[in-house]
Every structure is written in C-alpha cells, then in structure tokens.
C-alpha cells in the first residue's frame, strides 16, 4: 500500500526562494510529520548555487551577468560543488527514510534511471574519486551520486541532507546548457566535450518538460511506494518561506575566500 504524498508545483520566485522551499519541505517532514514531498523547477534567471559547505569561489561570481541581468549566487542546503542553473530541470524530493541515506540515495537514482530507459537514454553512475574536491564546477567530474550517459555526458547530479530520520534530495538534470556560458563561469578551455543526449528536444521544450516531470514522478512512486498528489503551497506557508530565503542568498558585498583554482582559471566578468 502506497504511502501518500504531496506534490508542490514551482512558484515563479527567484533562486534563493527556490532554496528556501527545499529546505522548507524538510523542515515540515522532521518537525511536523508531514507527508513525503516531491517538486520539480526551473530557473527563472540565471544563478550559480555553491554547495552548503562551499566557502571558496572565485571573487568575479558575485557581479556576473548574463544578457544584461545579474547571475544569481545562492546556498543551496545540500552540499556538493557549484552549479550553473541554466537550461536545467531541477528535482527536490524531501522523505522519511528506514535505512542509511545511501540506500535513499540509489532508490531516488535508479527511478531517475529508469524513467531516463523511457527515452531510449541509457545512464549509469559515474567514477570520479577524491579530485571531485578541488573542482569548482559540480558538472566538471561525476561522482558515484551522479548518472552519465554511455558518451559521458553528466545528465544529472544529486545531492542530500539528512536530518534524524529524514532526507532531502535534490538534484540538477542538465537539459539544455549554454556551453559558452558555462566556459565564460568556471573558466574551462573551449574543448570538445559530451553533448546531451539525443532524445531532448533541441530548443527547451515545455512539452518535454512535462512528460519528463511525470515519468519521473512515476518511477518514484514505483520505487518509493509513495502516492504523490498535488498540494499548492498556501499564503501562508509562501510567507513562511520568504522569511528563510534570505539565508539563502549570497550578497555581493560577500568576500570568499580565495577559491582553490589557477589564474587561468577565473572567469572574466561577463
């Protein structure tokens, strides 16, 4: 007998809210015994999201701007390298868990995987090793919690938190990435890399979009044995939401460290 669930469409808020939400949905499972909590989102602007426990990043990424508007730089609540937030489809999924959040972790993936067979792409879970630490870029190696493609290409990678009996995953599926951008980001040579796979659309796609969503979505409920049912946020848990995402964005006037990279690889300022 499926568990159920809550499924929470994305308000159009930008990417510090959409950190605070993540958060908010873990919240409400550890300290009010909610329902399992399931969203997918996307960006609607540019931003770079550091991991929790990042603390070095080049100075130039708190004044980046993409045609004309500003690059957000946010905190996201599970840990992990920098992502750009460009062209993606972003899935949150905060759940009670009986085991080590590792086993969370493969049942989460291999629903991912799954719904991915549904599009003729094959993916598997990639073999970076301890290098992953000095990268800047999340999207440069893929760890054994990110799935690849058989070419290479880092379709989707995932991060956790875990508080006492309960786990919030989420994790950035790289639909439609503007290479140069991110060349212009993390300062990588204009090399030959993977391209995305061939059964995304070539422009963004809010059909596609939506057929992933519930694929995704039904592999989950597969796996998890959990019924997902949608639930839009109220006023009053919105506000409760905007009063924790300030927590979440990162101000310009902040001043990292400097980040563990060569000269050549700081970005100008776009």
């Not at 999340?138 to 989707?156: E, M």
């Not at 990678?157 to 790289?174: E, F, K, M, T």
């Not at 995305?196 to 989950?220: G, H, N, R, Y």
């Amino acid at each position: 007998m499926s568990l159920q669930g809550r499924s929470i469409a994305a308000p159009a808020v930008p990417g510090a809210g959409q950190m605070a939400i993540d958060s908010w949905m873990l919240d409400q499972l550890v300290t009010h015994g909610q329902a399992p909590m399931l969203r997918f989102y996307g960006w609607s602007a540019v931003a770079v999201s550091l991991g929790y426990h990042q603390r070095q990043w080049p100075e130039p990424w708190a004044h980046l701007t993409w045609q004309g508007q500003p690059v957000e730089l946010v905190r996201r609540p599970t840990g992990g390298r920098a992502v750009l937030h460009q062209g993606d489809l972003t899935y949150a999924i905060a759940l009670p868990i009986s085991g080590n959040r590792q086993a969370a972790y493969q049942t989460i993936c291999e629903a991912l995987i799954a719904a991915w067979r549904q599009f003729d792409v094959p993916l598997h879970y990639g073999t970076a090793g301890s290098s992953y630490r000095h990268q800047a870029n999340c999207f440069a190696l893929a760890t054994s919690a990110d799935l690849v493609t058989d070419d290479g290409y880092k379709l989707i990678g995932s991060a956790q938190l875990r508080r006492d009996r309960y786990v919030l995953q989420h994790g950035s599926i790289r639909l439609w990435p503007n290479l140069d951008l991110a060349r212009q980001v993390f300062g990588h040579p204009p090399i030959a890399e993977p391209t995305p796979p061939t059964a995304i659309p070539e422009q963004p796609s809010d059909e596609f979009l939506m057929q992933l969503q519930a694929v995704i979505q039904q592999e989950l409920t597969k796996r998890l044995q959990v019924a997902f049912t949608p639930q839009p946020l109220s006023d009053q848990e919105l506000a409760a939401i905007a009063e924790r995402s300030t927590a979440f964005a990162i101000p310009a006037s902040s001043s990292p460290k400097r980040a563990a990279l060569t000269p050549a690889d700081i970005p100008p300022r776009l």
